[in-house]
């Protein structure tokens, strides 16, 4: 009891706090600062045309340089910097970056970023997307935005007004993870996506189990009933690759073609108008 120790005294925490609070605080205070330092890096990964193997584009995947953790992956901090309102300067600073750096790549290249919630839901999230394409002078066209269709669970007017404003300007749309939320399909009514993102999950199981194969053809003929491009994501085998290919999809991303790579790799990497992987060299679009 803290009046047990007298008047005056004030415990903020208990003793006995839990060690996964301290580290979380502790994290977070190194979130913020990392903030300040310009400690975030983007690597990308190249998104492959399955009609000609070209490269059509790259996501952009932030990662932390930490002075003694080394790179961090997003999976360990995104949901911290959602939680705490950091990946608002973060998204942005992610966004300005990808502009900057797809707009000294050939002009067939766009440039995927993936975008959190809690950013679409901010206000002037329109705002500094069009402030980033302005800024590195990237036309509209070649940047993509992911989302996922949590996007769409809440606040859906705003966000739907906010999705809508920006692919009138050129943006395209993409839904990330598909098929692992769920009523996805009646999202894909709600909004005008230009590509369905097709998650790592249904091609990790299709080789081994003809279900997945199948939601992946259902997935790729819903979605050219609709208009929309489907990507395969997570694609590691080359019998995966066959079974995408003959499952219909039209691009695919995955560790076959190229891991995400750091900026100054993947500049030289479309200079020399090669991207390695599977049984040959996928040359790229330009
Ligand atoms: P995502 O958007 O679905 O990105 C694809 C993830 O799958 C990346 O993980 C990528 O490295 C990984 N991946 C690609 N090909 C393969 C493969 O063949 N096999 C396997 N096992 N994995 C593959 P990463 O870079 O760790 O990113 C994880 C997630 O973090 C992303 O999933 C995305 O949701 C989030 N994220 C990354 N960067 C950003 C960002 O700038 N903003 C926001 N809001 N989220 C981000
Ligand atoms: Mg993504
Ligand atoms: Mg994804
Ligand atoms: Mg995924």
Known sequence: EAKAEGRGTFRLFE???DETVRERLHLERELREALQADRFELHYQPLVDLSDNRITGMEALVRWRHPERGLVSPALFIPLAEETGLIVPLGEWVLRQACRDAAGWPDGISVAVNVSPIQLRHRGFAQSVLAALATSGLVATRLELE???????D????NLETLHTLRKLGVRISMDDFGTGYSSISYLRRFPFDKIKIDRSFVRDCAAQSEAG?????????GASLGITTLVEGVETEPQL???????????QGYLFSPPRPAAEIAALLEAGTCPGGDGDRTMAA
């Open 15 to 17: 003793p006995q706090m």
């Open 147 to 153: 989302i996922t269709e949590s996007v769409l669970l």
């Open 155 to 158: 606040d859906t007017e705003a």
């Open 214 to 222: 199948a939601i992946i053809r259902a997935i790729v003929s819903l």
């Open 242 to 252: 066959a079974t995408v290919r003959a499952e219909g999809a039209q691009e695919v």
